[in-house]
T-cell receptor, first 109, second 113 residues
Framework: RKEVEQDPGPFNVPEGATVAFNCTYS??????FFWYRQDCRKEPKLLMS???SGNEDGRFTAQLNRASQYISLLIRDSKLSDSATYLCVVSGSARQLTFGSGTQLTVLP | EAQVTQNPRYLITVTGKKLTVTCSQNMNHEYMSWYRQDPGLGLRQIYYSMNVEVTDKGDVPEGYKVSRKEKRNFPLILESPSPNQTSLYFC????????????FGPGTRLTVL
């Protein structure tokens, strides 16, 4: 079983749609959680950290459920520029990050 | 400009010919790491360094070496590259503190024939 699992997609949605990505992780001792965005084989960039209480950044909302070891990302009012691969990332001790293999999103005009 | 740089960006080489991919950061970060990214497998950590002269293996260290003689530089060395090391490589750095953002370099696309 992979340590961090994501639905690879692809998700093809129309502009303005709401789309949700899910991620599960296997290590219950994981301490920090993130969503990264990666455009077409470029470097990953931090989209947002994920906190236990849930957090929002504009059109993006992240949720964490430690009991179920589950992380989610919700994108509202999708834009063409949101097209990318979204990586779920989990950190344990010593800042070692474990990456999911990513969920590909294409927002269609 | 705060950044992580990698060189070369693209490299095609042959089996067994030693190569080094350089990584440099200008943000005075303590922590640096190397990842490889392969289709369907995501990013996997090769080696990391908590500080100067402190390095440790990640998830897939076989066939790679690293060194950290200076804070800003963290080169990745392939002593005898093989075709299964064909991949996209990313260097990253992180400031002190758990859970801080990892700043990634632009990537090095390596092909070993």
């Amino acid at each position: 079983r992979k340590e961090v699992e994501q639905d690879p997609g692809p998700f093809n949605v129309p502009e303005g749609a709401t789309v949700a990505f899910n991620c599960t992780y296997s290590n219950s001792a994981s301490q920090s959680f993130f969503w990264y965005r990666q455009d077409c084989r470029k470097e990953p960039k931090l989209l947002m950290s994920v906190y236990s209480s849930g957090n929002e950044d504009g059109r993006f909302t992240a949720q964490l459920n430690r009991a179920s070891q589950y992380i989610s990302l919700l994108i509202r009012d999708s834009k063409l520029s949101d097209s990318a691969t979204y990586l779920c990332v989990v950190s344990g001790s010593a800042r070692q990050l474990t990456f999911g293999s990513g969920t590909q999103l294409t927002v269609l005009p | 400009e705060a950044q992580v740089t990698q060189n070369p960006r693209y490299l095609i080489t042959v089996t067994g010919k030693k190569l080094t991919v350089t990584c440099s950061q200008n943000m005075n970060h303590e922590y640096m790491s190397w990842y490889r990214q392969d289709p369907g497998l995501g990013l996997r950590q090769i080696y990391y360094s908590m500080n100067v002269e402190v390095t440790d293996k990640g998830d897939v260290p076989e066939g790679y070496k690293v060194s950290r003689k200076e804070k800003r530089n963290f080169p990745l060395i392939l002593e005898s590259p093989s075709p299964n090391q064909t991949s996209l490589y990313f260097c990253a750095s992180t400031p002190q503190g758990e859970g801080d953002t990892q700043y990634f370099g632009p990537g090095t696309r390596l092909t070993v024939l």
